[in-house]
């Protein structure tokens, strides 16, 4: 979302995050903005400082619960001092009038840090077996329904029980890969639905499990 009314500087932008693939929704009033934000969710927002309402609605935002911490917020604006720059919160920004080449080498810094974002929290659909164990005392097969860089969803025949700590071992499906992972389980239901979040994965591991769940991302 870009927050602005200034479209001499707007047309660049989705110029350029068009190249990017990446969609942009312009709103030129502040308070509409913050509804919007209430109600769905964006990748990056860029604020123009000097449009009218900006200061209040980029103070506000370091206290909505509805913009999560992770969006990259890139901020513009005409000349100004640094330590006015670093009190938006700001993580990106650039001044006016924009020059492409810095649009391009802030913008794209914005879209890493989305596509990191997006690949975090990406949650593959599945159906292949997993196996749990708790220390030598119990070993249970059930099926892995989800899978992301933090843990997995799972189904099984029985409700499990919270252990402190629990065994994790699948293969990753078109692979000759397996993951063997400790984790702990953060939720249960009755019907055997579990997340279980990994706590203790090898760094060799963990990196192979990033690589593969980015290709079934980039591949939808």
Not at 49 to 60: A, H, I, K, V
Not at 150 to 156: K, L, P
Request: glycine content about 8%; aromatic content about 6%.
């Amino acid at each position: 979302m870009v927050v602005s009314r200034d479209f001499q500087e707007v047309s660049v932008l989705e110029c350029i995050l068009g190249g990017l693939q990446i969609d942009v929704d312009v709103e030129t009033q502040p308070e509409r903005a913050q509804s919007k934000l209430a109600k769905s969710k964006v990748d990056a927002l860029i604020v123009d400082c000097d449009l009218t309402g900006s200061d209040r609605f980029l103070r506000n935002l370091q206290h909505d619960s509805h913009f999560p911490v992770n969006t990259p917020l890139v901020v513009m604006s005409g000349p100004r001092e640094r330590h006015e720059i670093d009190a938006t919160g700001a993580l990106l920004s650039f001044e006016k009038p924009i020059s492409v080449e810095q649009a391009v080498r802030t913008l794209s810094a914005a879209r890493n840090l989305i596509l990191d974002g997006r690949l975090r929290y990406h949650r593959q659909a599945l159906g292949v077996p997993v196996a749990l164990s708790c220390g030598t005392r119990k070993r249970l097969q059930a099926e892995l329904v989800n899978l992301s860089q933090g843990g997995i969803g799972i189904h099984a025949e029985k409700e499990l029980e919270p252990e402190k700590a629990i065994q994790v071992s699948f293969k990753l499906p078109g692979t000759r890969y397996t993951v063997k992972a400790q984790g702990e389980i953060a939720w249960t239901d009755r019907d055997g639905n579990a997340g279980i979040r990994f706590v203790d994965i090898p760094t060799r591991v963990q990196k192979g499990l990033q690589i593969w769940l980015a290709q079934q991302y980039f591949a939808q």
